[in-house]
């Protein structure tokens, strides 16, 4: 029927009376008939369980239920039940967070919620809902406090809601965490807070931050190490880690050897982390704008440190030039100081002394100097600051320029020279031109110029290297044998010559006189620009046309010798070989000019058949008497000519050089072919000659021939009778012996045989013998030892039984013996037998053996 309602256990229907629009709460089990006028609502749904560690939400819930009137329900309130008897709801409440009723009638999983559980370590933080009395404490709406763990929260209500769970922050050692006030608050610790407020909390170990409590952020420790420090700079006025007060903008500096590990407190920066400075022996520094003792920097002062020791630069301080080694001076060392204050110098070894501002002296080794902050160490022209004495061989110097006057000198070695305190190295500069005339020996020009050779031996390697040419040092040259080398001193304006072999060095304000000269063939104006005169003998090459009366055009290759004639030591003449600066030039056309001048008044056969000769009288010229002189000579610059000579010479004009060249091939050809001739005639009548000595030389060959083999036909035959009769008695030889060798051999074997046969009867009888002898030997070897052993054994047994009676000893041993017949005995007395049925024996054990037939023997008796 469907009026009738089948209520399970464990479940509730609500069935509404629509006459009075009531609805009633019917719980199973049971089985309900609906009215004409009543209606099933809700259910058959199963009652709401509600396990342990969960609640839930019953929203509008009935205050007053009667059956039959008119619920009355608190809208808008919410009723939290937790675990307890399984229950039905009422009609109008409803479960929170359900799912809709008709859909899923076991649809209560999204309502029964778990309680919340909170862990060691956490908080649960709650929010007031309601103005009033919650959890025992007046609270107003919106507060927030927190429940800490471990707990479950069991007492769960609708004016407070669970905003979150909070777990704690771990801190570590050397660890901190930074927190901030988000409003007004007092700490754990009792300190109070303003809102907005930051501090640390250093605690190690958990720390559950409060409702109002904000963390930051973990701020681990700076470690310090002895050797390390930190640079902290206060942002606004606090008190640090170390318990001072700072202000704000203030730096200063925290070292391990105040405190192992340091966390900045609020307020702080760590601006750097800084290392120890050390200082070993012998080393210094200079601290620029350094700490006193109250931590004020002093801007603009240095402070010098020297080692050995150790210490921390402070914020502000930097080190100048960075850590320096002491100077330590040799003997032939120096360093250069300046004063940039007046100050009293009290240096090691010397009397104080008072220097001014700008002041230079110097200080000379052997010693080791610090200089003070009050100077300066002057650095060098190489960016050294150490002087030290340069070296200078022979022939070798240096340049050097006084500070104070501006004089430049040069000196000159051998010896080892140090500047002074106003001296430096002056540096010689020259004009490109000399510089590679010096780096190729003393002249430069085109690679097939002859004279080249002169400067290959004066090539020197400082300035041939790849390494630039040290300017300080004084300028060598090397003259090469029979050269002069002018050099010019400008200052004064004059100059003086060096000639070869010999060493041409230059003065501070000297400089070489560099020569331009012609050269190649035909010569070339500034073919070679040198420094080194040629003085001579040498020889001038050249190539110059000519024309002759009938316009015949020949250019002529000639040289000449030539050299300077001069009274060396004579300043005036020493200056005439050098007034002319292209003496090869000048020769050249001197002579050229001669020749053709000559050339141009003879006709080309003439000239032909005289052309020495008359080459020789154009250039040298004849004296009074018509006699060819020896020579030519140039005043202006001293230059003598001699010994001209004619290396070829050809026309210009390629018609007449043909026509030449034509005349010369035939006569070539002519005389060619007469020696050709005549060489063939010789040839033919030597070549009869050898034939019929050939012809007679093969008749007597063949002659001799013909001896030697009637003479080879006699030895065959004697040697063929020979080899026959040598054959038979060789065969017949060899049996015999075959015979006899087979004869003695069997009488040498049967001989051998009975020797071998008794050698073995012999030797088998000596190693019978032996085994016999030895196995003699060995027996009674072995009787002798088993006699030996057994009468060792007896005396050992000997000596064990007497040391056993003597370590018993005698009266032991008599009541050892005696022990057991006296037990009998008095056995016997118990039994009540007298002692004189004992004393017939001859010993204890028969008188007891007796005794016990005598028993016996009783006992019997007795039965029968």
């Not at 629009?21 to 006028?37: A, S």
């Not at 002519?670 to 008749?699: C, D, F, N, P, Y």
């Not at 370590?807 to 041993?813: N, Q």
Request: overall charge negative; aromatic content about 6%; charged content about 25%.
């Amino acid at each position: 029927m469907h009026n009738l309602v089948d209520v399970g256990p464990l479940q509730f229907v609500h069935i509404l009376d629509m006459s009075t629009n009531i609805t009633r709460l019917e719980v199973g089990p049971k089985k309900v008939v609906l009215q004409y006028n009543e209606k099933l609502s809700v259910g058959p749904l199963n009652l709401i369980i509600v396990p342990p560690g969960k609640y839930c939400c019953i929203k509008n819930p009935v205050k007053n239920y009667e059956v039959g009137k008119q619920c009355e329900l608190k809208h808008g309130d919410v009723d939290v039940r937790f675990n307890q008897e399984p229950f039905p709801l009422y009609p109008g409440e409803i479960l929170e967070d359900a799912e809709r009723y008709g859909i899923d009638q076991f649809g209560y999983s999204n309502a029964i919620k778990k309680l919340p559980v909170v862990k060691a370590n956490q908080a649960v933080r709650l929010c007031s809902r309601v103005d009033g009395m919650v959890d025992g404490v007046a609270r107003k709406a919106g507060d927030l406090w927190q429940l800490e763990g471990p707990l479950t929260y069991n007492h769960y209500q609708t004016d407070a809601e669970i905003t979150g769970v909070v777990d704690a922050q771990v801190i570590g050692i050397n660890q901190a965490i930074r927190m901030r006030a988000k409003q007004d608050l007092t700490t754990k610790s009792g300190v109070k807070k303003s809102a907005g407020e930051e501090w640390l909390e250093k605690k190690v170990g958990s720390y559950l931050p409060g409702v109002y409590e904000e963390v930051v952020d973990l701020v681990p420790a700076y470690t310090l190490k002895p050797e390390e420090g930190l640079h902290i700079k206060a942002t606004h006025n606090c008190v640090d880690a170390l318990k001072k007060k700072r202000s704000a903008g203030e730096m200063w500096l925290v070292t391990g050897e105040q405190i192992n590990s340091y966390i900045p407190e609020i307020g702080e920066e760590v601006m750097k982390a800084v290392q120890k400075t050390v200082l070993r022996k012998g080393q210094f520094c200079v601290v620029s704008n350094p700490v006193d003792r109250d931590g004020v920097c002093q801007l603009g002062k240095e402070k010098l440190w020297k080692g050995v020791v150790s210490f921390f630069l402070h914020p502000g301080e930097t080190i100048k030039h960075g850590i320096q080694e002491q100077f330590i001076l040799g003997p032939d060392q120096s360093i250069v100081l300046r004063a940039n204050c007046e100050f009293t110098d009290k240096s090691a070894g010397e009397k104080p002394k008072e220097r001014k501002c700008g002041d230079r002296w110097m200080i000379r080794g052997p010693r080791c100097y610090i200089p003070p902050i009050e100077l300066d160490v002057v650095e060098q022209g190489d960016g050294q600051l150490v002087r030290k004495a340069i070296p200078l061989g022979e022939n070798e110097g240096i340049y050097v320029r006084n500070l104070q006057s501006g004089e430049v000198k040069a000196i000159m070695g051998p010896q080892s020279y140090l500047l002074t305190e106003h001296e430096q190295l002056w540096q010689k500069e020259l004009p490109e031109v000399v510089e590679k005339i010096l780096q190729n020996g003393g002249g430069i020009g085109e690679g097939d110029i002859r004279k080249l050779a002169y400067f290959e031996s004066s090539i020197d390697s400082e300035f041939s290297g790849n390494e630039p040419r040290n300017k300080t040092r004084v300028i060598r040259y090397r003259c090469p044998h029979n050269t002069a080398v002018q050099v010019y001193k400008y200052q004064e304006k004059v100059g003086r010559v060096v000639f070869g072999p010999d060493m041409a060095i230059l003065g501070p304000h000297e400089d070489f006189n560099v020569l331009s000269l012609s050269a190649g063939k035909p010569k070339k104006e500034n073919a070679l620009q040198t420094i080194c005169l040629m003085l001579g003998p040498d020889y001038i090459t050249d190539i110059i046309e000519v024309e002759t009366s009938d316009h015949a055009r020949l250019r002529i290759r000639l040289a000449f010798n030539n050299f300077f004639e001069f009274e060396q030591g004579n300043e005036v003449e020493e200056k005439l070989i050098f007034s002319v600066p292209d003496f090869i030039g000048f020769a050249c056309r001197q002579v050229g000019s001669r020749i053709r001048g000559a050339v141009s008044r003879v006709k080309f056969d003439e000239f032909h058949r005289h052309s020495m000769k008359l080459l020789q009288v154009a250039v040298f010229g004849t004296d009074d008497k018509g006699q060819m002189k020896s020579k030519l000579k140039f005043e202006a610059n001293k230059l003598v000519i001699t010994n001209i000579d004619i290396q070829s010479v050809e026309p210009v004009d390629q018609t007449m050089k043909d026509s030449l060249l034509k005349s010369v091939q035939m006569a070539i050809e002519i005389a060619t072919s007469s020696v050709e001739r005549t060489a063939g005639h010789e040839a033919a009548r030597k070549e009869q000659e050898a034939k019929g000595h050939l012809e007679r030389q093969r008749l007597v060959n063949q002659k001799e021939a013909e001896k030697a083999r009637s003479i080879l036909y006699e030895l065959r035959a004697q040697t063929s009778a020979v080899e026959s009769t040598g054959q038979a008695k060789a065969e017949a030889q060899a049996q015999a012996e075959k015979l006899l060798i087979e004869g003695q051999s069997s009488i040498d074997e049967a001989t051998l045989k009975q020797e071998a046969e008794n050698i073995i009867h012999s030797t088998d009888l000596e190693i019978q013998t032996m085994l016999r002898e030895a196995e003699l030997s060995y027996q009674q070897q072995q009787d002798t030892l088993e006699l030996d052993t057994k009468k060792r054994m007896a005396e050992i047994e000997v000596e064990k039984f007497a040391s056993m009676v003597d370590s018993i000893g005698i009266e032991t041993i008599t009541k050892i013996a005696i022990a057991g017949p006296a037990s009998k005995v008095n056995l016997l007395k118990s039994l009540g037998i007298k002692s004189t049925l004992i004393t017939d024996g001859n010993s204890p054990i028969n008188l007891f053996q007796t005794s016990e037939g005598l028993v016996a023997g009783n006992t019997g008796k007795g039965k029968k």
